[in-house]
């Protein structure tokens, strides 16, 4: 079952990295999001690091092998949201 | 190098000549009062446009030329250069493409939106001078394998190409009938300029389809017995129907070209077959003018043209000199790689594209290789989309069992190309905007231009657009598209909804639309008829949008309405995909005000 938050940061990939064949139904959250699985790359986690301050005032180090697990999955995506959300 | 100011053809100002009864041009409607536009009524055409020309500006001024049929065109042309001005050539009527020459300061001319037309009457023309290195023309590349560029040509690199095709392959008062744009170098050259210089005939509208080929050749040999220079391209004689009954033509025709792309084999000979006469190809480009030419079944080696001089290098790559380039005595390199054999080359094709993505250096030409050798591929053109951070947008044409027709299809291909590219390229260079098509996306030249690029991603850019992925003209009057329903379409409300679709309303505005952009249909919907959406359109759906258009003078609406003995048009649309049809109805339209079609 896909949570609100969840269904939310789907858009939000979407949308942010302009992907035009991706449906919010085609992300398994516990799919990777980087390489195999939705099959984004270092310049999308990048826009995404920017889109999730933004949207969720989240700052992230880039390159860290923190960031690289909550950019694991959705889950992981979701569960960093929840935690460290200040907007 | 022909530099001298009265040899040559153009520089010899032929029509200025007092030869009032000369044919310049041939009355392509039959029932024309005159068979001809005359030299002397050349002149007076000429002299209207320098009215309009002066009325606006003095000069020397730059002006922006686009006109629908070559007789009009050659008329403003001189008018400009006898007025001493320089005439720049959109390559297509986009506003994009307009509104940029526009900001270079250039005034419109022609047949586009505030383009200046001549005076209604006839007036005695002005004669100027044509200086030899003056800039007589700016042209566009066709933009295929990159931004188009513009390129300046002076009146005597014109003069030195048009008086070697005279001296090669003289027109002898044969008729010129053109199937392609005089927008281009090709069309320019060939079209207008040689027939006009040549003191022959061309026909004066453009000859845009096989059957228009097929009646004015009748036409044109019962008329005056005499032959015929087809100047044609690829998409148009690969085109060339059986159906029709060539051999009542046989004979009119002296002599084919075709130029813009290399013609396939089969095509060369199913034109020859059908037309009598072998197709002569001339490559060439907007930057070098022509290069060579072959006839195919007589050889797949290129000839050089007369005073044109090759060599290649260690890479393959092709240099040249030619009188007709900015610099007739310096060696130039061209983008083609070639091997020589003694006085002919073989074409080896492009030499590598190179893009930057994400910061890294990759070749577009490895790309479009790879993808071309996958499974159900035929062929593959990858490029950085300038609007995407330079992301890859990559036009890939499937065997027809390979092409996606919904969603899910879609993507599983995506993931398939992807992954198959994925050991020999980065993730971060792997193109993400993906289009599928049938047939090569092509315009009137042959390339894949500009025009037609911007067409296959524009739905990027526009939420409410449909993605066109190719169309197929079958007459004035109807047409054949291509299109997906983009995921992220606006209009496909709501991604929670159980079951999001393409509105009705939508394929109704998406059939108007098209019929404006591929008919040239431009007209008020006031009614409708025979509406029905029997089934749902989904987004990732792929759907063939057919449109057929009458025209009808004396349409009578189900409803009473005052303009019913007004000429309308009506367009019936459908919409079908491999699940069956999705809407099909009939759209009422009254012409704009002040616009009537014939």
Known sequence: MTSELEQEL???????????????????????????????????????????????????????DETRHHFRNLRTLAALVEERRTA | MTNDTTHGPLLATPWRERDPARAVAWQT?????????????????????????????????????????PYRFGCALIAAWERGDRVILPADTRPATLEALDALGAARLGDIPGGLTPSASPRTPRWGTL??????????????????????????????????????????????????????????????????????????EVCRYPETLHQWLAHWHAQTQREAVLVSAPPTLERLPETLDWSAVDGVLARIHSSGAPLPRDAAEHAQRLLGVEVREVYGSSETGGIAWRIQQCDSKWTPFPDVEISADSEHQLWLRTPWLTDPTTWTPQADRVVVEDTRFQLLGRSDRIAKVGGKRISL??????????PGVRRAHCMPLARRDGRLGAIVELASEAVPHDHSARRRLIQALRTALAPRFENAVLPRYWRFVETWPRDAQGKLGAACLSRLFADLDDPRAPRWLGETLDGPQSARLTLEVPER??????????????????MMRWALHAARESLDLHGVCRDMTRIKFPLLLLPGERVTLTLDATHDSSHETAHDDAHNDAMTIQLRFTFTSQRGTHGTGTLILTPPEGVHHA
């Not at chain 2, 990159?146 to 008086?163: S, V, Y």
Request: net charge negative; aromatic share 8%; charged share 20%.
């Open chain 1, 10 to 64: 789907k858009h939000l990939i979407i949308d942010t990295l302009e992907l035009e064949d991706v449906t919010p139904e085609d992300i398994d959250p516990d799919e990777p999001l980087f390489v195999e699985g939705l099959g984004l790359d270092s310049i999308d986690a990048l826009e995404l690091g920017l889109a999730l301050q933004k949207r969720y005032g989240i700052k992230l180090e880039a390159d860290s």
């Open chain 2, 29 to 69: 409607d039959a029932y024309a009062e005159t068979p001809w536009h005359t030299l002397a009524a050349f002149q007076a055409d000429i002299g209207a446009w320098q009215a309009a020309l002066d009325a606006h500006t003095e000069p020397p001024g730059d002006w922006m030329l686009s006109t629908h049929d």
């Open chain 2, 131 to 204: 200086e030899a290195e003056r800039i007589a023309v700016s042209l566009y590349t066709s933009g295929s394998t990159g931004e188009p560029q513009r390129l300046d040509k002076t009146f005597a690199q014109l003069n030195a190409e048009l008086g070697m095709h005279a001296a090669l392959w003289p027109l002898e008062a044969r008729l010129t009938l053109s199937q392609v744009s005089h927008q281009h170098i090709y069309g320019l050259l060939f079209g207008v300029l040689r027939p006009l210089c040549e003191r022959s005939p061309f026909a004066s």
């Open chain 2, 365 to 374: 030409t490895a790309f479009d290789h790879a993808l071309g050798e996958l």
């Open chain 2, 489 to 506: 379409l606006a209009y496909v409300e709501g991604h929670f909804a159980t079951q999001p679709v393409v509105p009705g309303v939508v």
